[in-house]
């Protein structure tokens, strides 16, 4: 069974840092891409950022580019994204998802998600 | 960027037919995937590529896409199906993955 699982959500002031960690079970890690899709409270879904299964092709949305590092560890199944330089619109349910077979295409399963909330 | 919209809400009797839009330019020529969302949970996979439906998803989930409209087809609804419903593109202009706004399915 497939599973992801979020941690490193929390209560943070704008302007700080946190990192985000994914770790994934039930499936071979290193030949799948792997997204943060967030969503804000009462929102759409968002995604943020994608990482090839090599670390080899990374994207960004233009709302977190330059701020968010997307970044996984094959060895130990697992994701994570530092998100720096935090703003009250980056609070968020911040959604694990793993990257279809075929490039470029869909999310086939999903974590929880991990809340990140930021305010002073 | 690439624009997405959604009809905010749809409502439905049971036992009727839901069909969610979703307008983009040309997305006739992108390929459109679908998630149902209950409250408090995370997003399901019910349409990719067009039309094919993930194992598990009812074959009542169903959908097309041509021109500049996608639709996602929920025939014979039944009360379960409530939740809200996104369409999704990957854009080659930007490289970007999509979101529709979101539709709301109320079952009456």
């Known amino acids: 069974e497939v599973q992801l699982v979020e941690s490193g959500g929390g209560l943070v002031q704008p302007g700080r840092s946190l990192r985000l960690s994914c770790a994934a079970s039930g499936f071979t890690f290193d030949e799948f891409a792997m997204h943060w899709v967030r969503q804000a409270p009462g929102k759409g879904l968002e995604w943020v950022s994608g990482?090839?299964?090599?670390?080899?092709?990374?994207g960004y949305a233009d709302s977190v580019k330059g701020r968010f590092t997307i970044s996984r560890d094959n060895a130990k199944n697992s994701l994570y994204v530092q998100m720096n330089s935090l703003r009250a619109e980056d609070t968020a349910l911040y959604y694990c998802?793993?990257?279809?077979?075929?490039?470029?295409?869909?999310?086939?399963?999903w974590g929880q998600g991990n809340l990140v909330t930021v305010s002073s | 960027s690439y624009v997405l919209t959604q009809p905010p809400s749809v409502s439905v009797a049971p036992g009727q037919t839901a069909r969610i839009t979703c307008g983009g330019n040309?997305?006739?020529?992108?390929?459109v995937h679908w998630y149902q969302q209950k409250p408090g949970q995370a997003p399901v996979l019910v349409v990719y590529d067009d039309s094919d439906r993930p194992s598990g998803i009812p074959e009542r989930f169903s959908g097309s896409n041509s021109g500049n409209t996608a639709t996602l087809t929920i025939s014979r609804v039944e009360a379960g199906d409530e939740a809200d419903y996104y369409c999704q593109v990957w854009d080659s202009t930007s490289d970007h993955y999509v979101f529709g706004t979101g539709t709301k399915v109320t079952v009456l």
């Open positions: 998802a793993r990257g279809s077979i075929a490039a470029r295409g869909y999310f086939d399963y």
């Open positions: 040309n997305i006739g020529s992108k390929i």
């Open positions: 990482i090839s299964w090599n670390s080899g092709r990374i």
